[in-house]
């Protein structure tokens, strides 16, 4: 156990921590992009075939 505690202090005063820190924060962000646009082209795309179906 002291092992890992050691390990894991080591890892955190390394500079790969806040650089892991921000790619995880850039993927969270690209994410909640990514989900609000395919919810909101969903939304067009649905839209879009109701209309065709209703004038066919």
């Known amino acids: ?13 390394s500079e790969d921590a806040p650089t892991m ?8 962000l690209i ?3 990514v989900a609000a646009a395919a919810q ?4 067009n795309v649905s839209m879009f075939y109701n209309t065709a179906a209703g004038s066919i």
């Not at 156990?1 to 005063?13: C, D, N």
């Not at 820190?21 to 969270?28: C, D, H, Q, S």
């Not at 909101?40 to 939304?43: E, M, P, R, S």
């Open 1 to 13: 156990m002291t092992k890992f505690v050691a390990s894991a202090k080591k890892f955190i005063r």
């Open 21 to 28: 820190t921000e790619y995880a924060l850039l993927l969270a």
């Open 31 to 33: 994410a909640i992009v």
């Open 40 to 43: 909101i082209l969903g939304q």
